[in-house]
């Protein structure tokens, strides 16, 4: 499974978008690019899943580069309570054994 | 919305007592999933189950832990004689694993947070 790294914390303020990138250089060819969200004393929240290009969801952009080595989740817009730690997570479509990193701890102030 | 279910959501034992975790999956779900949060961390891996089977469990430590998922009824997380270094958080999650689909999502529920005293 790809390694991740993701930046450890991130600042925001209300009603600017933020992108959170994530450094996967051992990708392989049949692994996805899935983010998730948690809040505090919750499970992990699925956000959006991607393989190639862009994808697009109600609640986030996800953002692949050609060589795939890389993605950027960017959520337009961010609210208070979108603070929260996100992680990025690499692996075959039809693996079950999800790999969690330390994630992105993002706080968007007022 | 009948999402993933655990309770309780709060445990507290004393050191060489048992710990009992409990999972609803989602409604049509029959894959089972659990995970470990210690402060600060990201989730590990701990098992993976389908209903009357335990399919993969190199993520749980081989005393002291076990997983079902019977026929009927959640699946249960135990820990007999827990230590205090088994204070964590529990998730639970679930998932179709449709064939047909392309990716398999994980829905998690809220947790079960064990102190152990």
């Known amino acids: 499974l790809a390694k991740t790294t993701q930046p450890i914390s991130m600042d925001s303020y209300e009603g600017q978008e933020v992108n959170i990138t994530c450094s996967h250089n051992n990708i392989a060819t049949n692994d996805y690019i899935t983010w998730y969200q948690q809040f505090p004393s919750q499970g992990p929240r699925f956000i959006i899943q991607g393989y190639k290009t862009k994808v697009t969801n109600e609640v986030a952009s996800l953002f692949i580069p050609a060589d795939r080595k890389s993605s950027t989740l960017s959520l337009p817009r961010v609210s208070l309570s979108d603070t929260a730690v996100y992680y990025c997570?690499?692996?075959?479509?039809?693996?079950?054994?999800?790999?969690f990193g330390s994630g992105t701890r993002l706080l968007v102030r007022p | 919305n009948a999402g993933v279910m655990q309770n309780p959501r709060h445990l507290v034992r004393r050191r060489g007592q048992e710990a009992r975790l409990r999972c609803s999956p989602m409604k049509g779900h029959s894959h089972v999933y659990w995970y470990r949060q210690l402060p600060e961390e990201g989730l590990k891996f701990m098992v993976y189950l389908q209903k009357e089977n335990i399919i993969d469990e190199s993520g749980m430590p081989k005393e002291r832990f076990s997983a079902e998922f019977p026929k009927e009824g959640p699946s249960i997380l135990r820990i007999q004689q827990v230590v205090r270094g088994d204070s964590a958080a529990y998730f639970c999650a679930s998932s179709s694993r449709d064939r047909g689909a392309n990716t398999d999502t994980q829905y998690f529920g809220p947790g079960t947070r064990l102190t152990v005293l």
């Open positions: 997570l690499v692996g075959m479509d039809s693996s079950y054994k999800l790999i």
